[in-house]
């Protein structure tokens, strides 16, 4: 009886701690870029865009598609570094292992 007490609180601090860090990941950020830095994306560990900067020289009001492109680009580049942080930061708690609707 006395392991499934120290087991038990032993699962209730490892939720605690991963409620932590899960936390924590809105405060940290990343940057994805497109058109060598033209477009640059931040986002949180929640993956919360956070900021988009554009530098004027890419505007091209003759080729809107090309801006359209850099952003997508630059957004999902964020959104896979935010993906990645959140493998790490998490990772510990799960021995890497990816555990579907756990994060």
């Known amino acids: 009886m006395q392991q499934m007490q120290q087991m038990m609180k032993q699962v ?3 939720q605690e ?5 899960q936390e924590a ?8 870029s497109a058109g060598g830095g033209a477009v640059l994306v931040k986002a949180d560990g929640h993956k919360q865009v956070k900021e988009i900067v ?3 020289e890419v505007i091209d009001p003759d080729d809107v598609e090309m ?3 850099l952003v997508l680009t ?5 959104l896979r570094k935010a993906d990645e942080l959140m493998a ?6 799960t ?3 990816n555990i579907p609707g756990l994060f």
Do not use: H
């Open 88 to 93: 790490k930061d998490m990772g510990k708690f």
């Open 12 to 14: 209730k601090k490892m």
């Open 74 to 78: 630059a957004v999902n580049d964020a």
């Open 17 to 21: 701690d991963m409620a932590k860090a």
């Open 25 to 32: 990941l809105k405060d940290k950020v990343v940057e994805g």
């Open 95 to 97: 021995g890497g292992m």
């Open 67 to 69: 801006l359209q492109d």
């Open 54 to 56: 554009i530098k004027p």
